[in-house]
């Protein structure tokens, strides 16, 4: 039976094709449109082929789908892990699917595809309308509507882009239905809702709903929804306000459509419809913590590590989607920037105005676009940045939001396209001077090198030149206490005695003898080093590096990371060029025992999915992951830093630091009641003007002077200028200054001496008084002064009486006998006291 019933199928098969073989036969043969219609049809079918071929060669896999990362902007935290700031030149936040309110998402159906959860990726009754759409506004210059399902828009906005052909709609179509077969409806949606451009430079829904409202998607009410609902379709017209009613005709309409779905009911609809949009003002892009300068280095950094953009690796700056922990502390960021503009603003009382921020081309267009696309700004008390579009005797200023007012106290040097910046004053404004001078200031922790603050000019928005990092200036007296470490490191002590008096050079045929003096000029006698130090005296100075040798000077400036020089003796009174932000690393090995950190801005970096890929400290510790703790002593992490400098030279260095507070260049700062150490210095003209020191927790410098360096005023110093800057920021947080003093380390000997003398006392106790006589000095082992003694008593006061004799032989002998027999008895009763002290004469 299995055998006939195959017979019998086989010979039906054949009779059936038989009998197609002959219809097709005769219709060749007899009708010209079947010949015709099937050649036709054969062509169009290679030609389809031939299209599908071409379409399909080089079209991206839908499969990259399942591994896509979005391009993502980088967030960087502060020290206490706050959000600061954010790399980004689109707004961008990647959700998850359940993240998304359903109302949300059912909106988004009702405005674009009503159909998706039914499709396989393209709505037939979609594309036939916009086939018809296009067809009808052939020639017109008008684009017609896409008729693009969700996934037809997944696949434009990640695979193939926006081009308008037709050529693009085919891949996209081809495309809609392989990435049905790769992802799930809910996968597609989660694409769709993240990556969907909706205007004001944001893409996806959470951006967009914080670009609009300045709230998060769960906090959406239903006609905000739908508002965002309409926004693919043209965001840069229904997100403007001048076109505020076809936004709403829009918005109704998506409402209108929930209601007919079943999404909403009829009252909510209504409800939701009488709603205005309540559209946020534009705003910038993240909330930022004003510190420009230090971000703009923490960016730099990144750049040079990770790159700038996507085509630079997947862990880009403006793409990778980094978490970036940062040592910003805002707190003392605030105050280093509060600080250092009202060091320049004091400096610049009474100056008047110095010149325009910048000059824009009153030729060019409007003025208002060419300001706000110049990005300037400043961020001080209520001050503005705006641009002279008047001039003359009734001066006005225009601002980026299009309005101008009068304008008072202006300069009569002032033209149309000057930048400047003013304040609110009655009806219109009035021309603020902001300071020529510049400057900048940098706080670190010394104990692990990361920067705490950055402050380098008086807004980054005017300018990003860093003064804190890039500024070359000379550091003057700041860096005499490396000067003094290295003697100290070649045999002197505290209580050295060093000369203040001349010291000159022959510096060859050419150029002659050198010869140095001190600040202000004078000196004379010799001292103690400590005393040098708290004077800051220029020919002790030179007198210490010529005794420790100038090549162990700069091998010691090399050290600590100030800079390599030469050996001349100017470079130890601070004629190199260097940055505030060396300077200050250098006083935080002063401030640490002698080790030194690199300094960074950088904690560490994370990727999008919180993997650790970059660690300023690269430590490793061995064992401190195992499995199961072996028994064996606790895995300890190295010590980080290096040693730049003996330990116990450090702390002698900063223990004549602590003088120059107590009674020398920087006693300004002594009523602050801290155990604060550091250096004034000014350089020649004086040109600039520094100070740097700190705690044993927070070391911070600044320095002030004009970018292009010139005389500042003959009574300008580091005390009166710099060193106010300084204590304004300790003022300002005061609470993150302790009053823990500076510990010695091992090996260092505290001695009681005779601060004027250097020699050691007994028998009395150093207080607290800042001119006391006996102090505590710190002394490496076996090189503490030899006691004062009577010896030393008996040779004070024959120099004294010495000094007495001379008087007496320059008087002018007098003519009477009477005159010169009272003259006499000096020199014998001299002599006589010298006999009866032992005959040391």
């Known amino acids: 039976m299995a055998e006939q019933s195959r017979d019998s199928i086989t010979y039906r098969i054949r009779r059936d094709a038989s009998g197609v073989a002959q219809f097709f036969k005769r219709n060749w043969r007899e009708r010209r449109w079947f010949r015709w219609g099937f050649i036709l049809g054969v062509l169009g079918l290679v030609s389809l082929i031939a299209l599908w071929i071409a379409l399909s060669r080089g079209m991206p896999d839908a499969e990259t789908l399942l591994d896509y990362e979005p391009p993502l902007p980088t967030v960087v935290r502060g020290i206490d892990g706050e959000i600061v700031h954010s790399y980004a030149r689109e707004r961008r936040v990647q959700l998850q699917y359940a993240d998304f309110p359903q109302t949300l998402i059912e909106s988004y159906l009702a405005a674009e595809d009503k159909t998706f959860f039914s499709h396989g990726g393209v709505d037939v009754t979609g594309l036939a309308g916009a086939v018809v759409d296009y067809a009808s506004k052939m020639g017109t210059g008008q684009r017609a509507k896409g008729g693009s399902t969700i996934t037809q828009q997944v696949a434009k906005n990640i695979l193939v882009g926006d081009?308008?052909?037709?050529?693009?709609?085919?891949?996209?179509?081809?495309?809609?239905?392989?990435?049905?077969?790769?992802?799930?409806?809910?996968?597609?949606?989660?694409?769709?809702?993240?990556?969907?451009?909706?205007?004001?430079?944001?893409?996806?829904?959470?951006?967009?709903?914080?670009?609009?409202?300045?709230?998060?998607?769960?906090?959406?009410?239903?006609?905000?929804?739908?508002?965002?609902?309409?926004?693919?379709?043209?965001?840069?017209?229904?997100?403007?306000?001048?076109?505020?009613?076809?936004?709403?005709?829009?918005?109704?309409?998506?409402?209108?459509?929930?209601?007919?779905?079943?999404?909403?009911?009829?009252?909510?609809?209504?409800?939701?419809?009488?709603?205005?949009?309540?559209?946020?003002?534009?705003?910038?892009?993240?909330?930022?913590?004003?510190?420009?300068?230090?971000?703009?280095?923490?960016?730099?950094?990144?750049?040079?590590?990770?790159?700038?953009?996507?085509?630079?690796?997947?862990?880009?700056?403006?793409?990778?989607?980094?978490?970036?922990?940062?040592?910003?502390?805002?707190?003392?960021?605030?105050?280093?920037?509060?600080?250092?503009?009202?060091?320049?603003?004091?400096?610049?009382?009474?100056?008047?105005?110095?010149?325009?921020?910048?000059?824009?081309?009153?030729?060019?267009?409007?003025?208002a676009s060419q300001l706000a696309s110049s990005n300037l700004g400043i961020n001080y008390e209520n001050w503005r940045i705006g641009v002279i579009n008047q001039a003359g005797a009734s001066p006005r200023i225009l601002f980026t939001d299009g309005e101008d007012y009068a304008l008072s106290r202006a300069a009569d040097s002032l033209k149309v396209g000057d930048v400047v910046a003013a304040s609110p004053a009655g009806d219109g404004y009035r021309l603020e001077y902001l300071p020529e001078v510049s400057g900048g200031f940098v706080a670190s922790d010394p104990q692990t090198g990361r920067v705490l603050a950055m402050q380098g000019g008086f807004d980054s928005r005017l300018g990003s030149f860093n003064r804190a990092t890039q500024a070359q200036r000379q550091p003057g007296s700041t860096i005499k206490p490396f000067v003094y470490a290295a003697g100290l490191d070649h045999g002197m002590t505290p209580?050295?005695?060093?000369?203040?008096?001349?010291?000159?050079?022959?510096?060859?045929?050419?150029?002659?003898?050198?010869?140095?003096?001190?600040?202000?000029?004078?000196?004379?006698?010799?001292?103690?080093?400590?005393?040098?130090?708290?004077?800051?005296?220029?020919?002790?100075?030179?007198?210490?590096?010529?005794?420790?040798?100038?090549?162990?000077?700069?091998?010691?400036?090399?050290?600590?990371?100030?800079?390599?020089?030469?050996?001349?003796?100017?470079?130890?009174?601070?004629?190199?060029?260097?940055?505030?932000?060396?300077?200050?690393?250098?006083?935080?090995?002063?401030?640490?025992?002698?080790?030194?950190?690199?300094?960074?801005?950088?904690?560490?970096?994370?990727?999008?999915?919180?993997?650790?890929?970059?660690?300023?400290?690269?430590?490793?510790?061995?064992?401190?992951?195992?499995?199961?703790?072996?028994?064996?002593?606790?895995?300890?992490?190295?010590?980080?830093?290096?040693?730049?400098?003996?330990?116990?030279?450090?702390?002698?260095?900063?223990?004549?630091?602590?003088?120059?507070?107590?009674?020398?260049?920087?006693?300004?700062?002594?009523?602050?009641?801290?155990?604060?150490?550091?250096?004034?210095?000014?350089?020649?003209?004086?040109?600039?003007?520094?100070?740097?020191?700190?705690?044993?927790?927070?070391?911070?410098?600044?320095?002030?002077g004009f970018d292009q360096p010139r005389d500042m005023g003959g009574y300008v110093q580091g005390g009166n200028t710099a060193a106010p800057i300084f204590k304004q920021f300790v003022t300002d947080t005061r609470d993150r200054w302790t009053d823990e003093p500076f510990v010695a380390p091992a090996g260092v000997r505290m001695v009681r001496i005779d601060r004027r003398s250097g020699k050691k006392v007994f028998g009395a106790t150093p207080t607290d008084e800042p001119q006391a006589a006996v102090i505590w000095e710190a002394f490496k082992p076996d090189t503490e002064p030899p006691r004062a003694t009577r010896q030393d008593a008996i040779a004070a006061r024959r120099n004294e009486i010495l000094e007495l004799i001379r008087q007496a032989n320059r008087s002018t002998v007098r003519s009477t006998s009477r005159t010169q027999s009272r003259s006499a008895p000096a020199p014998q009763q001299a002599e006589s006291f010298v006999e009866e002290q032992g005959g040391i004469y």
């Open 163 to 367: 081009e308008y052909s037709i050529t693009r709609k085919l891949k996209e179509m081809m495309l809609a239905m392989k990435i049905e077969d790769v992802l799930t409806k809910r996968q597609i949606l989660e694409l769709y809702l993240n990556e969907i451009p909706l205007g004001r430079r944001s893409f996806g829904v959470q951006a967009a709903s914080r670009a609009y409202f300045d709230k998060d998607i769960g906090d959406l009410e239903l006609h905000e929804m739908a508002f965002l609902a309409i926004l693919p379709k043209a965001p840069e017209r229904y997100g403007r306000a001048k076109n505020e009613q076809l936004a709403l005709a829009r918005r109704n309409f998506v409402l209108d459509q929930m209601a007919v779905n079943d999404f909403v009911t009829e009252s909510e609809a209504a409800r939701a419809k009488a709603q205005p949009l309540g559209l946020e003002p534009q705003k910038s892009q993240t909330a930022s913590a004003d510190a420009g300068y230090f971000l703009e280095e923490v960016r730099r950094q990144l750049i040079d590590e990770f790159g700038e953009t996507a085509d630079d690796g997947k862990n880009s700056v403006y793409s990778g989607g980094l978490w970036v922990r940062t040592s910003l502390d805002t707190e003392m960021q605030d105050a280093a920037r509060d600080s250092l503009r009202a060091g320049m603003l004091r400096y610049h009382n009474g100056k008047g105005f110095r010149g325009p921020v910048a000059t824009l081309d009153a030729d060019a267009g409007n003025l």
């Open 495 to 704: 209580a050295s005695q060093v000369p203040d008096q001349t010291f000159c050079y022959y510096q060859g045929a050419n150029l002659g003898d050198k010869c140095f003096r001190n600040f202000g000029g004078g000196g004379g006698g010799v001292h103690t080093m400590r005393w040098g130090l708290e004077q800051s005296r220029n020919l002790m100075t030179v007198h210490i590096a010529m005794e420790a040798g100038m090549d162990n000077v700069t091998r010691m400036f090399e050290r600590v990371g100030i800079g390599k020089y030469e050996n001349y003796p100017a470079f130890a009174l601070g004629a190199g060029d260097t940055t505030v932000l060396k300077m200050v690393n250098a006083y935080a090995a002063l401030a640490n025992q002698g080790r030194q950190h690199n300094p960074s801005v950088i904690d560490y970096v994370q990727d999008r999915r919180g993997k650790v890929i970059y660690r300023a400290d690269k430590r490793e510790c061995t064992g401190c992951n195992m499995a199961e703790y072996d028994g064996q002593p606790m895995p300890r992490l190295p010590r980080s830093g290096r040693q730049v400098m003996d330990p116990r030279t450090a702390f002698q260095t900063v223990h004549m630091l602590r003088g120059v507070v107590t009674r020398g260049t920087a006693v300004r700062l002594r009523d602050l009641d801290l155990p604060l150490f550091g250096k004034t210095g000014t350089t020649t003209g004086p040109t600039n003007a520094w100070f740097v020191g700190g705690s044993p927790d927070i070391v911070a410098g600044t320095y002030l």
